[in-house]
T-cell receptor, first 114, second 115 residues
Framework: AQSVTQPDIHITVSEGASLELRCNYS??????LFWYVQSPGQGLQLLLK??????LVQGIKGFEAEFKRSQSSFNLRKPSVHWSDAAEYFC????????????FGGGTRVLVKP | DAMVIQNPRYQVTQFGKPVTLSCSQT?????MYWYQQKSSQAPKLLFH???????NEADTPDNFQSRRPNTSFCFLDIRSPGLGDAAMYLC??????????????FGPGTRLTVT
């Protein structure tokens, strides 16, 4: 069965430092890949997406992600974190076999130290 | 701006008292989804509509129902809320066909408290 894993439940990073959030999926073909961010008490906001083509995708708020087929990964990165980046981040994957539905990873909570 | 709107943002109901949550969208999307999200967990899909076609997830309790009277509106009805139904409820929309149908647009959510 298809699955999505975010290995890190919590990450603490200093303001101005770089950030990388990991996402791995299990699927036999190339899926459609998304990263969403959720601030406390809010809905999910789409940061970036990958359907095909260039494996390095740029998103909003200075985030980027790289699709690595060989590793079944879609890791999210930001070179310099701001205090406002403190939030929960969800990797989501669309598997063609599952129709339009998304499978979400468990989420990674990012804390930013001053 | 085109968007997904959820009302109310916060809802308090009593144990066993029916409650309805509302979602509307100005994106003119064919597909609407309802998710339940408990604290520190990923959203869990309850059901979705392809236009008027209702699709229930196998593990969604019978206590949860939904209505979609037109393209713009969708309602989540909880017939007899239990304490375990306290959660954030998220509405999302997408187009119906093509790769963009996997891209979901979320509303701000309704936080349900059951007393």
């Amino acid at each position: 069965a298809q699955s999505v894993t975010q290995p890190d439940i919590h990450i603490t990073v200093s303001e101005g430092a770089s950030l990388e959030l990991r996402c791995n999926y299990s699927y036999g073909a190339t899926p459609y890949l998304f990263w969403y961010v959720q601030s406390p008490g809010q809905g999910l906001q789409l940061l970036l997406k990958y359907f095909s083509g260039d494996t390095l995708v740029q998103g909003i708020k200075g985030f980027e992600a790289e699709f690595k087929r060989s590793q079944s990964s879609f890791n999210l990165r930001k070179p310099s974190v701001h205090w406002s980046d403190a939030a929960e981040y969800f990797c989501a994957v669309g598997f063609k076999a599952a129709g339009n539905k998304l499978t979400f990873g468990g989420g990674t909570r990012v804390l930013v130290k001053p | 701006d085109a968007m997904v709107i959820q009302n109310p943002r916060y809802q308090v109901t009593q144990f066993g008292k029916p409650v309805t949550l509302s979602c509307s969208q100005t994106l003119n999307h064919n597909v609407m989804y309802w998710y339940q999200q408990k604290s520190s967990q990923a959203p869990k899909l309850l059901f979705h509509y392809y236009d008027k076609d209702f699709n229930n997830e196998a593990d969604t309790p019978d206590n949860f129902q939904s209505r979609r009277p037109n393209t713009s509106f969708c309602f989540l009805d909880i017939r007899s809320p239990g304490l375990g139904d306290a959660a954030m409820y998220l509405c999302a929309t997408s187009t119906r066909t093509g790769v963009s149908s996997y891209e979901q647009y979320f509303g701000p959510g309704t936080r349900l408290t059951v007393t």
